[in-house]
């Protein structure tokens, strides 16, 4: 199951640096492909706001 990333996103782009799959993309807020998201959960462990969520 995948990630998401909610309107929290403050786009910080601290999440982006952590994925192993490349799978966040920038935007007015960060969103993840669920093609490429592999569910390890390191980009909500540093999210300062709580953003990211399990699908």
């Not at 935007?27 to 569910?39: A, K």
Request: with cysteine; net charge negative.
């Amino acid at each position: 199951m995948a990630h998401r990333i909610t309107d929290e996103c403050l786009a910080c782009g601290t999440c982006i640096d952590e994925c192993p799959e490349g799978a966040i993309s920038e935007g007015d807020i960060y969103v993840i492909d669920p093609e490429l998201c592999i569910d390890c959960g390191s980009c909500a462990e540093v999210c300062p706001t709580g953003a990211i969520v399990e699908e």
